[in-house]
């Protein structure tokens, strides 16, 4: 059974930082790209970031470039969001999930609907 479980978050005051892992169990995903949403009260899911398999390729959302990065350790299974320079608007809780099906060359989705498996979420809140 495929699992994927988020820890990592917490309160922190604006200007901190937090760093979310994702380890997966179940089936390896060394060779799936992984990416992070986070959905906040009364809003939509949205997309975060997102890398490769290999590491190569990685993609942010306009309102964290700059302040976020995604990493992996596909010997742990794990994907990583360092959260720099945390705002209020950041507060939300935070998925991390696996697309098993694209494997393009220089790509990542941005779309929810192309990722098959989910965590079950980690709340950050940031407080002003």
């Known amino acids: 059974q495929v699992q994927l479980v988020e820890s990592g978050g917490g309160s922190v005051q604006a200007g901190g930082s937090l760093r979310l892992s994702c380890a997966a169990s179940?089936?390896?995903?060394?060779?799936?790209?992984m990416g992070w949403f986070r959905q906040a009260p009364g809003k939509e899911r949205e997309f975060v970031a997102a890398?490769?398999?290999?590491?190569?390729?990685?993609y942010y959302a306009d309102s964290v470039k700059g302040r976020f990065t995604i990493s992996r350790d596909n010997a742990k299974n794990t994907v990583y969001l360092q959260m720099n320079s945390l705002n209020p608007e950041d507060t939300a809780v935070y998925y991390c999930?696996?697309?098993?099906?694209?494997?393009?060359?220089?790509?990542?989705?941005?779309?929810?609907?192309?990722?098959?498996?989910w965590g079950q979420g980690t709340q950050v809140t940031v407080a002003s």
């Open positions: 179940g089936r390896t995903f060394s060779t799936n790209s």
């Open positions: 890398i490769r398999w290999n590491g190569g390729t990685t």
């Open positions: 999930a696996v697309d098993q099906d694209r494997n393009i060359v220089g790509y990542v989705s941005a779309r929810s609907y192309d990722y098959d498996y």
